[in-house]
Nanobody, 117 residues
C-alpha cells in the first residue's frame, strides 16, 4: 500500500525558517506533479508551490522569493524550504502528488506550521 509521510512542521518566530519534506513510498507508478497546499481554518485549500518531475516549478505570489520547492525523484520526495516566515504563513500544509496520466490528487495528512513570537 502506498504511503505518504510528511514532516518538518512546527513553531517558528517571524523571520525564521522551516523545511518541510514529504516522501511517497511503495508506489509502482511514476509521479508527475508534487507540491504543497495550505489551508487555514475555514478557508479554501490554496496552492503554495508545485514541481514537476522535470523540475518546472510554480509558486503562489505570496511566497515567491521566500519559499523554494525541490524534489528528489529517485526517492519520490519533495521539499519546501520556507524562509522569512510571516505570521500569515501560519496554516496546515498538505503535501500532494499526481501520477502521470492521471488527474486524481493524493493528499498527505497535513503538518501544522505556526509563525508566532
Amino acid at each position: 500500500q502506498v504511503q505518504l509521510v510528511e514532516s518538518g512542521g512546527g513553531l517558528v518566530q517571524p523571520g525564521g525558517s522551516l523545511k518541510l519534506s514529504c516522501t511517497v513510498s511503495r508506489t509502482t507508478y511514476s509521479i508527475n506533479l508534487m507540491g504543497w497546499y495550505r489551508q487555514t481554518s475555514g478557508d479554501e485549500r490554496d496552492l503554495v508551490a508545485s514541481i514537476s518531475r522535470g523540475g518546472s516549478t510554480n509558486y503562489a505570489e505570496s511566497v515567491k522569493g521566500r519559499f523554494t520547492i525541490s524534489r528528489d525523484n529517485a526517492n519520490n520526495t519533495v521539499y519546501l524550504q520556507m524562509n522569512y516566515l510571516k505570521p500569515e504563513d501560519t496554516s496546515i500544509y498538505y503535501c500532494y502528488y499526481i501520477y502521470f496520466g492521471r488527474s486524481y490528487i493524493h493528499w498527505g495528512q497535513g503538518t501544522q506550521v505556526t509563525v508566532s513570537s
